[in-house]
């Protein structure tokens, strides 16, 4: 089992920045990849970005691509989410989840941090 603890989320206006963590502990040598997802209020939750825990590579949705970054830490076994030019439809709770292969089934979720992205 992996825990997740995100944090970062917040208020910012349209156009700002925010920049989420999220800290794995537990069986982190199990990770092979680290995603986000957000859920907006009667939406389903959707991707938003993934990174490989050895190799890093990045993978992002159309929606965020050019305004999201994802990058990792395995010395600190942290994961984060640099967002900018933030656009109002960004409002979400945004979640960090694990997977333990290549088919990016994602088996460990976080409790999620809420983004309010205002006009």
């Known amino acids: 089992q992996v825990q997740l603890v995100e944090s970062g989320g917040g208020m910012v206006q349209a156009g700002g920045s925010l920049r989420l963590s999220c800290a794995a502990s537990?069986?982190?040598?199990?990770?092979?990849?680290m995603g986000w997802f957000r859920q907006a209020p009667g939406q389903v939750r959707e991707f938003v970005a993934r990174v490989t825990w050895s190799g890093g590579s990045a993978y992002y949705a159309d929606s965020v691509k050019g305004r999201f970054t994802i990058s990792r830490d395995n010395a600190k076994n942290m994961v984060y989410l640099q967002m900018d030019s933030l656009k109002p439809e960004d409002t979400a709770v945004y979640y960090c989840?694990?997977?333990?292969?290549?088919?990016?089934?994602?088996?460990?979720w976080g409790q999620g941090t809420q983004v309010t992205v205002s006009s």
């Open positions: 537990g069986r982190t040598f199990s990770i092979y990849a």
């Open positions: 989840a694990t997977a333990r292969d290549r088919r990016f089934e994602y088996d460990n």
